[in-house]
C-alpha cells in the first residue's frame, strides 16, 4: 500500500464529496430552468466520477479513510458558511464564489485523472480505466463551468448604466 497515494486519491474523493454539497445547494436555490438544468447534469457526472475514482481505489487496494471524508464534508461545510455569508441567491458573490469553486475543483480533477494515466502502468488493477478519457471528461466539465462561472460573473458584477 503506499500511503501517499491513498492520502491524494482520499483527498480528491471528499473533494467530490464538497462539490456535490455544493451543486445540491445551487440547484435547490436556482430560479432559472436553464441554470438548474446545468447544475443537475453536472451533479449526475460528478457523482459518476466518484464512482469510478471509489473503484481506482479498490483496484489499487485501498480504501476511503473515514477522517479524510469527514474532514472534506467539514471543509465543505465551513465553506459553504462562506459561501452562505456572501449571499447564495442567484445573483450575489457566493453564488458566482461557488461557482469559481466547482471551476477549480473540476479542474484539480483534470489533474488527476493526468496524473493516474501517467502512472497506471504501475497499478495492474487499473487497465480497465482509461484515464485519458476521463481527462477529457474532466476537460468538457470544466470548460461548461468556467461558461456558467462568466455567465454569472455578469449578473453579479454587471454595472448599471446611468439613466439618461
Known amino acids: 500500500m503506499n500511503p501517499e497515494l491513498q492520502r491524494y486519491l482520499n483527498d480528491h474523493f471528499a473533494g467530490s464529496e464538497g462539490a456535490i454539497l455544493l451543486l445540491t445547494d445551487l440547484i435547490s436555490r436556482s430560479e432559472d430552468l436553464e441554470e438548474k438544468r446545468f447544475f443537475v447534469e453536472l451533479k449526475a457526472q460528478i457523482e459518476n466520477d466518484r464512482l469510478i475514482l471509489a473503484q481506482v481505489l479498490e483496484a489499487a ?67 480497465a480505466f482509461d484515464f485519458h478519457e476521463l481527462e477529457r471528461g474532466a476537460e468538457r466539465q470544466r470548460d461548461a463551468m468556467e461558461a456558467q462561472r462568466m455567465k454569472v460573473a455578469r449578473r453579479v458584477f454587471a454595472i448599471a448604466t446611468p439613466a439618461p
Open 61 to 127: 487496494e485501498l480504501e476511503t479513510e473515514p477522517t479524510v471524508k469527514a474532514a472534506g464534508k467539514l471543509t465543505a461545510k465551513a465553506s459553504h458558511l462562506k459561501l452562505l455569508w456572501e449571499g447564495m441567491k442567484p445573483d450575489e458573490l457566493g453564488h458566482f464564489e461557488a461557482c469559481e469553486m466547482l471551476s477549480l475543483g473540476i479542474q484539480g480533477k483534470r489533474l488527476l485523472w493526468r496524473v493516474l494515466a501517467e502512472i497506471a502502468p504501475f497499478h495492474p488493477g487499473w487497465h
